[in-house]
Structure formats: structure tokens, C-alpha cells
Nanobody, 121 residues
Framework: QVQLVESGGGLVQAVGSLRLSCAAS????????MGWYRQAPGKQRELVAG???????NYVDSVKDRFTISRDNAKNTVYLQMNSLKPEDTAVYYC???????????????WGQGTQVTVSS
């Protein structure tokens, strides 16, 4: 059984910073892509940032130059450093990862439970 557990959300004032963490646990052979998504009330879930196993990254335009995604493969953990936060960044942030738990089958996609980020103006 694989679990993704997020931490680091909370309430912050505009232009402040937060750092989200997501640790994967369980019987893990390998993790390929990892990423962060967010969903604001009344909106669709969107990809915020992604990172491959070798460290290639991509970001949605609205967070470029403000957010940084990174990962520690030894700890099966992905991070999202969020700087210069804006009220429009308010959302539930979800961790996502492609994880292989057996050599018999391909990787499966897993989601964390979500962590609330609220940015006040």
C-alpha cells in the first residue's frame, strides 16, 4: 500500500512564502514523475509544477519565477517552494506521483489527500 502524505500548507499573507512537502511511503520500487496540482473553489484541478526522476521541471505560467519544485529521491519526497504568494494561489494543493511497486506491472498514479493553502490580501 502506497501513501502520499503532504504537509506545509496554511494561511499566509500576500507576498509571503510557504514550502509544501510530500513524502511517499510503502512498498516502492521506483518513482518516476512527481508533481503538484491545485484546485481552487469552482475551478478545475490544474498542474502547478512537475519534476521527472532526473530533475527536469515544468511549471504553469502563472507560477513561473515564484515557485520551485524539487525532489529528494533518497527520501521519496517532493517539495514545492512557493514565494511571492498571491491571493489567486489560494487552493487545495495535491501531490501526485507515478510509482512502481512491483516488477510485474507498470507504474501506477497516486494522489495525496491535499493540503489547503490560503493567501490573504
Amino acid at each position: 500500500q502506497v501513501q502520499l502524505v503532504e504537509s506545509g500548507g496554511g494561511l499566509v499573507q500576500a507576498v509571503g512564502s510557504l514550502r509544501l512537502s510530500c513524502a511517499a511511503s510503502g512498498r516502492i520500487i521506483s518513482i518516476t514523475a512527481m508533481g503538484w496540482y491545485r484546485q481552487a473553489p469552482g475551478k478545475q484541478r490544474e498542474l502547478v509544477a512537475g519534476i521527472t526522476s532526473v530533475g527536469s521541471t515544468n511549471y504553469v505560467d502563472s507560477v513561473k519565477d515564484r515557485f520551485t519544485i524539487s525532489r529528494d529521491n533518497a527520501k521519496n519526497t517532493v517539495y514545492l517552494q512557493m514565494n511571492s504568494l498571491k491571493p489567486e494561489d489560494t487552493a487545495v494543493y495535491y501531490c501526485n506521483a507515478d510509482i512502481r511497486t512491483t516488477t510485474l506491472f507498470p507504474s501506477r498514479n497516486y494522489w495525496g489527500q491535499g493540503t489547503q493553502v490560503t493567501v490573504s490580501s
